[in-house]
């Protein structure tokens, strides 16, 4: 059974850091770039970060460039998501992805992954 298990969230005043995690199992993890997706209150669903567990590219979007590290533990099958200088407009279901093939130019778009978590709130506070 694939399993993507989303953790970590929180509540956290701005300026505050959190550290997500996405646990993977029922798949070869190699095989596949992993992606954070963000979805805020009244808003759409937005690709955050990505990484390949190959070769440990990483992209990420420009709101959290230089604020935010994802990071591949390949024996854990786990990617984590470093969350420094939370902002308010940070807050947000956070949800990890996978998606087959780990050459990546990008954030894939939603609809190329194959397996999604299910969310962990982050929420900040001002």
């Known amino acids: 059974e694939v399993q993507l298990q989303a953790s970590g969230g929180g509540l956290v005043q701005a300026g505050g850091s959190l550290r997500l995690s996405c646990a993977a199992s029922?798949?070869?993890?190699?095989?596949?770039?992993i992606g954070w997706f963000r979805q805020a209150p009244g808003k759409e669903r937005e690709g955050v970060s990505s990484?390949?567990?190959?070769?440990?590219?990483?992209y990420y979007a420009d709101s959290v460039k230089g604020r935010f590290t994802i990071s591949s533990d390949n024996a854990k099958n786990t990617v984590y998501l470093q969350m420094n200088s939370l902002k308010p407009e940070d807050t947000a279901v956070y949800y990890c992805?996978?998606?087959?093939?780990?050459?990546?130019?990008?954030?894939?778009?939603?609809?190329?992954?194959?397996?999604w978590g299910r969310g962990t709130l982050v929420t900040v506070s001002s």
């Open positions: 992805a996978a998606s087959w093939g780990t050459i990546i130019t990008g954030i894939r778009p939603e609809n190329m992954y194959d397996y």
């Open positions: 029922g798949f070869t993890f190699e095989d596949y770039a």
């Open positions: 990484v390949s567990t190959s070769d440990g590219t990483t």
